[in-house]
Every structure is written in C-alpha cells, then in structure tokens.
C-alpha cells in the first residue's frame, strides 16, 4: 500500500501561512478585548458612583447641592464639600490624597488638559480652558486635587477651584495604576447635573479632553449603554 503524507517543506510552508494570518489577526483581537475590559470598567466605576448617590439620598432624603442645572451653566457649589466628605464614607476609598497625589503615590503622572491640548497643538490658546476648568490642569490634577484609591483600584479625582471649594466636576482612571493611563482610553472627566429631584453623572463638554486615539466621555457612555 502506498502511503501519503505532508512533506517537511508542505508543514513548514502551512505553519508559516498560520503565523502569517496570526499576526495579522492577533492585534486587532487584543485591541477589541482590551476595548471591552476598559468598557466594562467604565461601566461599573459609573454604577458605583451613581448608586453612592441613591444611597445619600436614602440616607438624608435629598441631594447635596453640588450639580449643574440640566440643560444650563448655572449650578450650585454650595455643598459640594459636604457631598464629597458623605460619598466618602459611602465608597470608603483605601488610599486618600489630599493633595500631591502623584508624589504620594495615589496616581501616575496625567496629563492635564492644558498638556494635552499644547501637545495636539503646540501653538494653541490654552487660556480659556485654563480659565475655565484650572481643576484640571496638570499641575491641579498632580498636586492641589484631592484624590481616593478605592477597593478595586479605581481612581477618583475631585475638581477643586482652589484649596477648599470644591466643584461638580470628577475624573475616574477605570483601571487605576495600570497603563495606559490616558484620557479618552482609560482617563475620564464626569460632571454631575441634577436638580432637587434627581442627581446624575454625565459628559462634561467643556473640561474634557482626550488623547489622540481617544474617546470622550459622551462617546464612551453611548458606547457603554448602547
């Protein structure tokens, strides 16, 4: 009987077709895994601040006053301390930095929008965004905000004007310490809106900014929640 097989250069020939399509298949399998983790890190660093939220509600039958009014500029500061200090207790973070957060060790080193903004445009007015959101530009997010490391690792940081007020206005790192430690990948910038009636966290427009290649934040919450 006469017997059939691949031959050696046959194997090595169909092994390199294999490697080659890997290869090519590979990256973009990371990339979308990667996608879906940070998504669904997003989702449930949102979830946890949200449900905080209810949970201050249930606890004294009302919202802080700390929001911007639903489709306006107004908002109202005037207890944003408050609520700050009740949703620390409800999240009791393992870490807290007062300021100096990246010397005491509660993030990497971000960027800030001023950073961000001179390096897609080095040339760029960058007096407007540093007037209008200096709690987070570099040196703020760096140095002056308060900042808490929670359970999972999820970072939070709080929008400070200056050294006691604070504003309506966050960023969360989804997956803490880990890279790639970028705006719009794995850096969000939050603000809450609400009214007396309800309290919720969305897309700040106006102090967000994301790194090339990035999403923002109204893009990654329709990306969350399609």
Not at 203 to 215: F, H, L, P, T
């Amino acid at each position: 009987m006469n017997k059939r097989a691949f031959t050696l250069s046959e194997t090595l020939i169909t092994i390199g077709i294999i490697g080659v399509a890997a290869a090519i298949t590979l990256p973009s399998i990371v990339s979308k895994t990667e996608g879906y983790i940070l998504k669904q890190q997003f989702k449930k660093a949102y979830s946890t601040l949200q449900n905080a939220q209810l949970r201050i509600y249930a606890d004294t039958g009302s919202y802080y006053a700390c929001y911007y009014y639903s489709g306006t500029a107004l908002t109202t500061q005037i207890d944003c301390k408050a609520m700050e200090e009740h949703l620390k207790n409800i999240l009791n973070p393992i870490k807290i930095c007062e300021g100096n957060a990246y010397t005491e060790g509660c993030i990497p080193k971000y960027k800030g929008i001023d950073t961000v903004i001179l390096e897609d445009n080095p040339d760029a007015d960058i007096s407007v965004p540093l007037k209008n959101c200096p709690g987070f530009t570099e040196s703020s997010i760096l140095n002056k905000n308060e900042t808490w490391v929670l359970k999972d690792g999820t970072i939070i940081g709080w929008y400070k004007y200056n050294q006691t007020n604070y504003g309506p206005l966050i960023y969360i790192d989804t997956n803490g310490q880990k890279k790639p430690n970028k705006w719009g990948y794995d850096i969000f910038s939050l603000i809450w809106y609400g009214n007396e009636k309800r309290v919720w966290l969305s897309a700040d427009s106006v102090c967000s900014r994301a790194e090339k290649g990035g999403k923002s934040t109204a893009e990654m919450l329709r990306d969350v929640w399609e």
